[in-house]
């Protein structure tokens, strides 16, 4: 079946540790997304990519990285220079970034992280 | 950065009732979008609106882009015990890219059995 896989479902990061979350997708979409979901909150953008080797920043970029080697693959690392790393993380792919009436993202379903 | 407006926040009703949530921007949008999620799951779509005035349903659901481009409604008629779940809209503005899509905070639905 075609879809997003993220993995681990759930992940524990020490102090001072960087951590890397997956995202794989089989639609061969060329934009892929990373979401950050707080309690009551709605998405907060934080990466997206239109197309391989390349990225933009979204609303809350800082003490996050990213990087699209492949067109299946939009990996998630988050530093310690994320001080309130705790969310729930939600990747998302569309098969385009632009144009009226284009596909909207599907997501995947998403890596809890928490601190130790 | 921005936000919609989405109400209620929060709903009880009781199994069989029609629900009505909303969302609202100062900005104009070219597609609104409805997901639902259930606890632990990522998103699902609902319905996807791309013209002003677009009403389009699925199944129970119902969702109109409105005509001003800045709200939009869903309905969910006869509700039933699997509805529970939080339901968020999302929008994107004239000319932006999907890396612009603005989502609202939520409305999280809970019924009575």
């Known amino acids: 079946d075609g879809g997003i896989t993220q993995s681990p479902k759930y992940l524990f990061r020490k102090e001072g540790q960087n951590v890397t979350l997956s995202c794989e997708q089989n639609?061969?979409?060329?934009?892929m997304y990373w979401y950050r979901q707080d309690p009551g909150q709605g998405l907060r953008l934080i990466y997206y990519?239109?197309?391989?080797?390349?990225?933009q920043k979204g609303d809350i970029a800082e003490g996050y990285s990213v990087s699209r080697e492949k067109k299946e693959s939009f990996p998630l690392t988050v530093t310690s220079a994320q001080k309130n790393p705790t969310a729930f993380y939600l990747c998302a792919s569309s098969p385009h970034d632009r144009g009226p009436g284009n596909q909207p993202q599907h997501f995947g379903d998403g890596t809890r992280l928490s601190i130790l | 950065g921005q936000q919609l407006n989405q109400s209620p926040q929060s709903m009880f009703i009781q199994e069989g009732e029609d629900v009505s949530m909303n969302c609202t921007s100062s900005?104009?949008?070219?597609?609104w979008l409805w997901y639902k999620q259930d606890p632990g799951e990522g998103p699902v779509l609902l319905i996807a609106l791309y013209k002003a005035g677009e009403l389009t349903s699925n199944g129970r659901l119902t969702a109109q882009f409105g005509i001003t481009r800045k709200d939009s409604f869903l309905n969910i008629s006869a509700s039933i015990p699997s509805d529970v779940g939080i339901y968020f809209c999302a929008g994107q503005r004239v000319g932006g890219s999907q890396g612009n899509l603005i989502f609202g905070k939520g409305t999280k639905l809970s019924v009575k059995p």
């Open positions: 990519s239109q197309i391989v080797n390349d990225f």
């Open positions: 639609l061969n979409h060329d934009a």
């Open positions: 900005s104009i949008f070219n597609t």
